[in-house]
């Protein structure tokens, strides 16, 4: 087994930019691209292994080659399905306030998992914010008072944003990620998401872009937003740093930061996801390497063992 550099498949929502062909490499026939997802075993949907003896399997066929549920790791054992989705999201204009499920919800109404997420700020533009939360605890007679009205907007918490910072969206939580952000998202792996309010914009179609209001009123979160919780303290490791960002049952985040060589290591609890931030450099492993510049994403199976990253490079470590 060795770490597998994956492709993304790309998502053009009207909201998305260019940067991530610009800039992050990403190749694919779409004029913008709002989202790349680098690492998903998603129907229809999903990354594909780019190099090496399973080039061209997806993620689902890979992780069946490779022996199965195994390569995800004991802390996977229990799962029926992946556990997490990574993307890389290019907001040049605000996404839709919006809220998902949580899993009960989510599987009795629309036999999908819920969702909760987390996001870390790649890149801001000067002044860039977003939604996240309430201002103040509402009921949901506010709530639905204040959608009807137009007026949502006054009664949410906007955060200004900045490279670097951290944000844990638990499901249930109203959120927009607003123009002018490049975000790491890593989520659960689901796709439900109930609009809430879209600003009254239009559709490729021409026409209004579909609501969910009822569903999302149901499921929303009325209390004022949390205190955003602060990142971990950098530690030291085997030739890089690392910091701790967000940890829940579905995932656990972590930035990493190298200068040279770093050694990681892919134990028998969890599989790990590398996407890479900054930098360029090599991925290397006993009897192979693949290299690596930002954008690039890695699925390394559980029980992999001992993996290096060489070169000077920023990036995301995700473990379940």
């Known amino acids: 087994m060795y770490p597998l550099k994956m492709t993304a498949p790309c998502k053009d929502y009207i909201w998305g930019g260019t940067k991530l062909k610009t800039q992050w490499g990403k190749v694919c026939d779409l004029d913008k691209v709002a989202e790349s997802w680098e690492l998903s075993s998603y129907p229809g949907s999903e990354s594909v292994v780019s190099e090496g003896e399973l080039k061209g399997l997806t993620l689902t066929q890979a992780i069946e080659a490779l022996g199965g549920k195994k390569v995800l ?72 008072a204040a959608i009807e009205n137009n007026t949502l907007m006054d009664i949410l918490n906007k955060v200004p944003v900045h490279k670097g910072d951290v944000f844990f969206i638990p499901a249930g939580m109203v959120h927009a990620i607003g123009g002018g952000i490049l975000i790491a998202e890593i989520q659960q792996n689901s796709n439900i998401t109930y609009r809430v309010y879209d600003y009254g914009r239009l559709g490729a179609d021409g026409k209004p872009r579909q609501l969910h209001v009822e569903k999302a009123v149901e499921v929303s979160n009325l209390n004022r937003a949390p205190e955003i919780t602060a990142k971990g303290t950098p530690e030291k490791r085997d030739g890089w740093t690392e910091t701790f960002l967000a940890s829940c049952r579905y995932f656990n985040v972590s930035k990493g930061e190298c200068d040279s060589r770093a050694k990681l290591c892919a134990g028998p609890e969890s599989f790990v996801s590398l996407l890479f931030l900054e930098g360029e450099g090599k991925v290397e492993w006993e009897g192979g390497s693949s290299s690596f510049r930002n954008g690039d994403s890695f699925f390394v199976p559980a029980g992999a063992g001992e993996f290096f990253v060489t070169g000077k490079a920023v990036f995301i470590v995700t473990r379940v």
């Open 73 to 144: 790791g004991g802390h996977c054992a229990g799962l029926d399905r992946f556990p997490v989705l990574i993307k890389l999201i290019d907001a040049k204009n605000d996404l839709s306030i919006q809220v998902h499920p949580d899993d009960e919800y989510a599987l009795k109404n629309e036999n999908e998992l819920g969702k909760t997420e987390m996001w870390y700020i790649v890149d801001a533009d000067e002044g860039a914010s977003l939604v996240y939360g309430f201002a103040k605890d509402v009921t949901r007679e506010e709530y639905k």
